[in-house]
């Protein structure tokens, strides 16, 4: 077997059931992986979950991999793919127990609403980092995906065209209505 292949001779050896390749594969991408997980959770344990599930996931469905995109398109559309399914389910979950914490048995307020603010965004340092990312996590799912793999993951226009699966003007389109919204939440009063 060959100790360094081409993501294709790699498919192909996936396919063949080759426990290597699967290692090969785990070592290749893991940290692209993580970093779309995690640059659009902001969580490293969720990031690592959602690493775990795509793995699992490409383990499963290899035999059904066309090779129309190349294989590391497929793992960033996976990847960004259960991240939001992740976050879907987290923001239900956030909401059920908020939900809880104010209403009692019989819907009466119990309390005020929770301070949820993260303890990094209080460190005066990290104030401006913290606005930054809330601005992020506001945008459009497509919008959010479009802007962290251009500038945390730094694909081109191209590779993000293919992991959307869109055309590279909607991908510029996508990050021009990202960078105005941004400019919009972390500058309201600039006209």
Do not use: C
Request: aromatic share 8%.
């Amino acid at each position: 077997m060959n100790s360094n292949p081409t993501d294709s001779e790699l498919v192909t050896q996936l396919r063949a059931g080759q426990a290597a390749a699967f290692r090969m594969l785990v070592e290749r991408y893991q940290g692209p992986v993580y970093r779309t997980a995690l640059s659009l959770l902001r969580s490293p344990e969720e990031a690592e979950d959602v690493a775990q599930e795509v793995f699992v996931e490409v383990y499963q469905t290899i035999a059904d991999f066309r090779g129309e995109a190349a294989l590391s398109t497929w793992l960033y559309r996976l990847a960004t793919s259960q991240a939001l399914k992740h976050r879907r389910k987290a923001r239900t979950k956030k909401r059920f127990a908020f939900l809880t914490s104010l209403f009692g048995v019989n819907q009466e307020v119990l309390h005020e609403p929770p301070d949820h603010r993260h303890p990094l965004a209080l460190l005066e340092g990290r104030q401006q980092e913290q606005q930054l990312l809330d601005a992020i996590a506001r945008l459009p799912d497509s919008q959010q995906i479009a802007f962290t793999l251009r500038h945390e993951q730094e694909l081109s226009y191209e590779e993000i065209a293919a992991v959307l699966a869109i055309s590279r003007p909607a991908v510029e389109s996508l990050l021009f209505r990202a960078r105005q919204r941004l400019r919009k939440y972390l500058h309201p009063h600039v006209a």
